[in-house]
């Protein structure tokens, strides 16, 4: 006997091509970042702490793909320092979880997953927790992200996407 998430995680696999075609047509043309009723893959966002109450946010990220490199250098330099060095060293996961951090000061970064990529972008969703909220301040499995030294996860690398990206995990 499947659960009902191991279900949605195997229809989540198996869309056909038309329909991602047509989803992902709509994602290209909205915002960078966009705040989501619900998850799009909710197995996997129950798996990382999302809850459907009050004080849980989910956001859409949008992220192009590819051009983190330095362009190459034409000017005088010896042949030891041309070369093209990764201007980013952090995963694609970790910037989109920055961005949102960004863009919702007054909430945590829970946690995030991958959604889809194409020829131009990747895609995010952002699980974002609001620390203020009553709700949140009363849940016991929830409430330690409302102390003060869990401020800013995401810009200081402590989620578990950037603690990869820096090579801890």
Not at 116 to 141: H, M, R, T
Request: proline share 4%.
């Amino acid at each position: 006997m499947k659960s009902s998430y191991v279900h949605l995680r195997e229809a989540f696999k198996q869309k056909a091509p038309a329909e991602w075609q047509e989803l992902l047509t709509r994602w290209r043309k909205s915002n960078a970042i966009v705040r989501v009723q619900k998850p799009f893959r909710l197995d996997r966002a129950r798996i990382l702490g999302y809850k459907a109450k009050n004080g849980f946010v989910v956001a859409r990220v949008r992220l192009f793909r590819g051009g983190r490199k330095r362009p190459k250098i034409r000017a005088g330099r010896r042949s030891k320092r041309m070369t093209i060095r990764k201007v980013l060293k952090m995963n694609y996961q970790a910037v989109a979880e920055q961005r949102c951090q960004r863009k919702y000061p007054n909430m945590e970064v829970l946690n995030s997953y991958y959604l889809a990529k194409d020829g131009i972008y990747n895609w995010f969703e952002v699980i974002l927790v609001d620390p203020s909220c009553p709700e949140i301040i009363s849940d016991k499995n929830i409430n330690w992200i409302c102390s003060k030294k869990h401020a800013k996860r995401a810009l200081r690398g402590l989620t578990s996407a950037s603690r990869k990206s820096r090579g801890l995990d």
